[in-house]
């Protein structure tokens, strides 16, 4: 793989994240979901495990009526896996928690955006 790939991987992924984040913070739950891959996984310590983007999207509304907002990451890291997928690693924080992304597994879609496969994270405060 060559840098000009992994460059416009790691740009997609960017992208993509930034448009979940803009979705959450502005009370988008379906947004939030379209980010993901309709048979996507999601594992929310400690609130259970989500498949598809049907129980993503109720997931991420009822943590947005549940008055939550504002999502930040902190000190993201991205890594390229191959050529088609790469993972990210961040703290994030938002206005009633915190927490760790253990793994957000980013896949190039056919017209080039990224969208979620896998995305576990943890909610520690």
Known sequence: MNI????KLINAVQQASKQWKT????????GCAACY????TMLA?????????????SFWQK???????NVEYLNPE???ID???AELRSGWKMNNASGVIHKEIWVLQQDGSAKLR????EAIG
Not at 46 to 56: D, L, V
């Open 4 to 7: 000009e790939q992994n460059e």
């Open 23 to 30: 979705a959450f913070n502005s009370g988008d739950a379906q």
């Open 37 to 40: 891959e309709s048979e996507a």
């Open 45 to 57: 310590e400690p609130f259970g495990s989500f498949h598809g983007t049907n129980e993503i999207r």
């Open 63 to 69: 943590l947005i009526d549940d008055g939550f907002s």
């Open 78 to 80: 991205i890594q390229v």
């Open 83 to 85: 050529e088609h997928s």
């Open 118 to 121: 896998e995305d576990h994270f």
